[in-house]
């Protein structure tokens, strides 16, 4: 029994790394490909912490979701970025980045001292429902209808801005 | 156990926070800020689920939360794709710093 211990610490340790590691290279590489690359490797770790946290559903949707859409959505958005050969002739300026460093290591420090020092977290005494799927499904279309209901008509609305604002420009090139 | 703690998730979670600004800040184009705010909203998802299975007494809300957060991602990409490819017939530039006038 103390064998799968060890086996999901390592399995949790090993979806950390991934989405660090995929953070990382999202966020050093100069080609927007990789970019997008290590963005879907960092969702994938992501999606295995939320496995660990007791929800396979949400992994799932994850994946399905963020992995398999969002990222192939921002893919679509890659071919008007610049070729290797433009990378290279382009001089890129690094004003910002003493900056941006020194924002990010600030916040860190910030949130790592707040989650550090208060961890008084008090858990609820008695859970009501347990993680799965059912009890989900009947809260999302019980006592959280609103929420369901304004995801679709934000969906909704996203898909026709997105067909609108896409059309107008082609619409303004042909005439 | 790491991995049946809070502060650890909280942590990993604010380490996609700083990622995601890190990369808002430092990108040189629009499609790279975009993929920042994912991390972003990941890290803010990833806090709700901690959450969610440590402290909340109804187990079911943080994972309707993080659902909520994951469709209103996919909507802000292919809205914000759509406005990038817009701006780029526009100008036939994705960096931010020749993007500086919004006369159509």
Same mark, same amino acid.
């Given at each position: 029994?103390?064998?799968?211990?060890?086996?999901?610490?390592?399995?949790? &340790?090993?979806? +950390?790394? &991934?989405?660090?590691?995929?953070?990382?290279?999202?966020?050093?590489?100069?080609?927007?490909?990789?970019?997008?690359?290590?963005?879907?490797?960092?969702?994938?770790?992501?999606?295995?912490?939320?496995?660990?946290?007791?929800?396979?559903?949400?992994?799932?949707?994850?994946?399905?979701?963020? +992995?398999?859409?969002?990222?192939?959505?921002? +893919?679509?958005?890659?071919?008007?970025?610049?070729?290797?050969?433009?990378?290279?002739?382009?001089?890129?300026? !690094?004003? /910002?980045?003493?900056?941006? &460093?020194?924002?990010?290591?600030?916040?860190?420090?910030?949130?790592?001292?707040?989650?550090?020092? !208060?961890?008084?977290?008090?858990?609820?005494?008695?859970?009501?429902?347990?993680?799965?799927?059912?009890?989900?499904?009947? /809260?999302?279309?019980?006592?959280?209808?609103?929420?369901?209901?304004?995801?679709?008509? +934000?969906?909704?609305?996203?898909?026709?801005?997105?067909?609108?604002?896409? !059309?107008?420009? !082609?619409?303004?090139?042909?005439? | 156990?790491?991995?049946?703690? =809070?502060?650890?998730? =909280?942590?990993?979670?604010?380490?996609?926070?700083?990622? @995601? $600004?890190?990369?808002?800040?430092?990108?040189?184009?629009?499609?790279? #800020? $975009?993929?920042?705010?994912?991390?972003?909203?990941? @890290?803010?998802? $990833?806090?709700? #689920? %901690?959450?969610?299975?440590?402290?909340?007494?109804?187990? %079911?809300?943080?994972?309707?939360?993080? $659902?909520?957060?994951? @469709?209103?991602? %996919?909507?802000?990409?292919?809205?914000?794709?759509?406005?990038?490819?817009?701006?780029?017939?526009?100008?036939?530039?994705?960096?931010?710093?020749?993007?500086?006038?919004?006369? #159509?």
């Amino acid at each position: 029994m103390i064998v799968f211990e060890y086996v999901a610490e390592a399995l949790f &340790l090993g979806f +950390v790394a &991934l989405t660090f590691m995929g953070g990382f290279m999202a966020i050093r590489s100069k080609m927007l490909m990789h970019a997008v690359l290590g963005l879907a490797v960092s969702l994938l770790g992501v999606a295995g912490l939320y496995f660990h946290l007791g929800s396979p559903f949400l992994a799932m949707m994850q994946i399905l979701i963020y +992995v398999g859409a969002v990222c192939i959505i921002i +893919v679509l958005g890659v071919m008007i970025g610049n070729t290797p050969d433009q990378l290279a002739a382009k001089k890129q300026s !690094r004003k /910002n980045l003493p900056l941006a &460093l020194f924002t990010c290591a600030l916040g860190f420090i910030g949130l790592f001292v707040a989650i550090i020092s !208060r961890t008084t977290f008090t858990a609820a005494s008695d859970k009501i429902g347990d993680m799965s799927i059912r009890f989900v499904g009947e /809260n999302l279309l019980y006592q959280y209808c609103l929420a369901f209901e304004l995801i679709s008509v +934000v969906l909704l609305t996203a898909i026709i801005g997105a067909i609108i604002l896409a !059309r107008d420009g !082609r619409e303004e090139k042909t005439s | 156990m790491i991995s049946a703690n =809070l502060n650890s998730y =909280l942590i990993i979670a604010a380490v996609l926070l700083v990622i @995601g $600004l890190y990369g808002m800040m430092q990108h040189r184009s629009l499609i790279g #800020m $975009l993929i920042s705010s994912e991390f972003i909203l990941n @890290g803010a998802a $990833l806090n709700f #689920m %901690a959450f969610n299975r440590f402290v909340a007494p109804n187990p %079911a809300v943080g994972q309707i939360y993080a $659902l909520f957060i994951m @469709g209103i991602a %996919a909507a802000e990409a292919a809205i914000a794709v759509s406005i990038i490819i817009a701006v780029y017939r526009k100008f036939q530039s994705e960096d931010p710093e020749e993007i500086q006038d919004m006369k #159509m």
